[in-house]
């Protein structure tokens, strides 16, 4: 077990933590689920895990001042499906302002397909060491009726009848749509490029 590493995983009542939790044990890590400001601002890595609706999720944030904290973490930070879009300015889900470390909006998928998005999906323009040793158009697992345009942050794209981006990184902070720690060895092996970055 891979100790030396404190990795954070912010806890705001949104669901799947326990999945990422056992996804990071698979690879030798431990994680700690918290709210205390103080520890996350220590930890090597955070990551920002998320299955939820935007606008209470947002709530929870500002209930716990973690709102003001997580734009000025300087370790390397992940946010994962709800946690990538909560890193954006706006989401169109409940009409909601977010954290706004990315000058990016959430927009709804048009009626014209399914919503949610929901299964596996291929990921293309691969562009950050985040996909160290990881193919072009590998599937991921994906559940989300809400998504982010292309954008100059993108560094994955996935096509679900427009392209967006599924993945996009500003300085220190990434953010994945889909769900590594439910996307087999590949998923995998993206947790593990993040926790050497």
């Known amino acids: 077990?891979?100790?030396?590493?404190?990795?954070?995983?912010?806890?705001?009542?949104?669901?799947?933590?326990q999945s990422v939790l056992f996804a990071l044990e698979r690879l030798g890590f431990q994680g700690i689920v918290t709210n205390d400001a103080a520890i996350i601002q220590q930890a090597d890595k955070v990551i920002f895990p998320g299955v939820g609706e935007a606008s209470s999720a947002m709530q929870k944030l500002?209930?716990?001042?973690?709102d003001q904290v997580i734009p000025l973490l300087k370790q390397p930070v992940l946010g994962i499906c709800l946690g990538m879009q909560l890193l954006c300015r706006h989401s169109e889900e409940g009409n909601t302002n977010a954290l706004g470390i990315f000058d990016l909006d959430v927009k709804k998928f048009s009626n014209s397909v399914k919503v949610?998005?929901?299964?596996?999906?291929?990921?293309?323009?691969?562009?950050?060491?985040?996909?160290r040793n990881i193919s072009e158009n590998e599937y991921m697992y994906l559940v989300h009726s809400y998504y982010v345009p292309e954008n100059q942050y993108s560094i994955a794209q996935t096509n679900y009848g427009i392209d967006y981006a599924s993945?996009?990184?500003?300085?220190?902070?990434?953010?994945?749509?889909?769900?590594?720690?439910?996307?087999?060895?590949?998923?995998?092996?993206?947790?593990?490029?993040f926790l050497d970055s």
């Open 62 to 66: 500002k209930s716990t001042g973690l």
């Open 167 to 193: 993945a996009i990184q500003k300085d220190n902070f990434y953010g994945v749509q889909f769900h590594p720690e439910k996307s087999g060895k590949v998923g995998e092996q993206i947790l593990k490029n």
């Open 116 to 131: 949610p998005q929901m299964g596996w999906n291929t990921i293309a323009n691969l562009k950050s060491d985040l996909f």
């Open 1 to 17: 077990m891979n100790t030396t590493q404190k990795i954070a995983l912010i806890d705001y009542g949104a669901g799947n933590v």
